[in-house]
Antibody
Framework: QVQLVQSGAEVKKPGASVKVSCKAS????????IHWVRQAPGQGLEWMGI????????NYAQKLQGRVTMTRDTSTSTVYMELSSLRSEDTAVFYC?????????????WGQGTLVTVSS | DIVMTQSPDSLAVSLGERATINCKSS????????????LAWYQQKAGQPPKLLIY???TRESGVPDRFSGSGSGTDFTLTISSLQAEDVAIYFC?????????FGQGTKVEIK
């Protein structure tokens, strides 16, 4: 079955970076795009960006441009999301989610989420 | 960016009764070339990731009970739970995937009365 398994919770200090992984299984890794979405405590869902695992192209949310980087390793079917210059407002649960065809498609499978806490 | 606005923010419904959630987009999410509404609904239970319920505004995802249904077109959409069950307690989000950035409604919390 389709699975997206994310790395564990992180605690970071302001100004640091965090790198979250999302390992895919149960389907052809390069056939589906991966989106990242974050959810601050008690808040809604915010789209962060998308990566095409086949060719590695990315598209990021405007407000995160310059701070977010998404990469992939096709040998391990893993996608990574790195967020730098962390501030307290970045404290959130980060999710990876699969979509069949780029930006204009719904998310049919989600990772379990990774809590990132930014605190001094 | 397309703004998605849900109503109400929360609702309490008796077991077996109907629950209705509305979602309005700031611009149409109907793509004229294929006549599809780029609108999805997700259910999020406490401590869990969102789960896809409905896509293309009215297509039920495989395995989703038929008490869940989606309707609407253009800018106005509705998620209906025809007979609320205890396991339906959750927050429900609508999402537009018509344009980037994809955006979500603020969520509607459904509880048992």
């Amino acid at each position: 079955q389709v699975q997206l398994v994310q790395s564990g919770a992180e605690v970071k200090k302001p100004g640091a970076s965090v790198k979250v992984s999302c390992k895919a299984s149960g389907y052809t890794f390069t056939s589906y795009y991966i989106h990242w979405v974050r959810q601050a405590p008690g808040q809604g869902l915010e789209w962060m960006g998308i990566i095409n695992p086949g060719i590695g192209t990315t598209n990021y949310a405007q407000k995160l441009q310059g701070r977010v980087t998404m990469t992939r390793d096709t040998s391990t079917s893993t996608v990574y999301m790195e967020l730098s210059s962390l501030r307290s407002e970045d404290t959130a649960v980060f999710y990876c989610a699969r979509a069949y065809s780029g930006s204009n498609y719904f998310f049919d499978s989600w990772g379990q989420g990774t809590l990132v806490t930014v605190s001094s | 960016d397309i703004v998605m606005t849900q109503s109400p923010d929360s609702l309490a419904v008796s077991l077996g009764e109907r629950a209705t959630i509305n979602c309005k987009s700031s611009q149409s999410v109907l793509y004229s070339s294929n006549n599809k509404n780029y609108l999805a609904w997700y259910q999020q239970k406490a401590g869990q990731p969102p789960k896809l319920l409905i896509y293309w505004a009215s297509t039920r995802e495989s395995g989703v009970p038929d008490r869940f249904s989606g309707s609407g077109s253009g800018t106005d959409f509705t998620l209906t739970i025809s007979s609320l069950q205890a396991e339906d307690v959750a927050i429900y989000f609508c999402q537009q995937y018509y344009s980037t950035p994809q955006t979500f409604g603020q969520g509607t919390k459904v509880e048992i009365k």
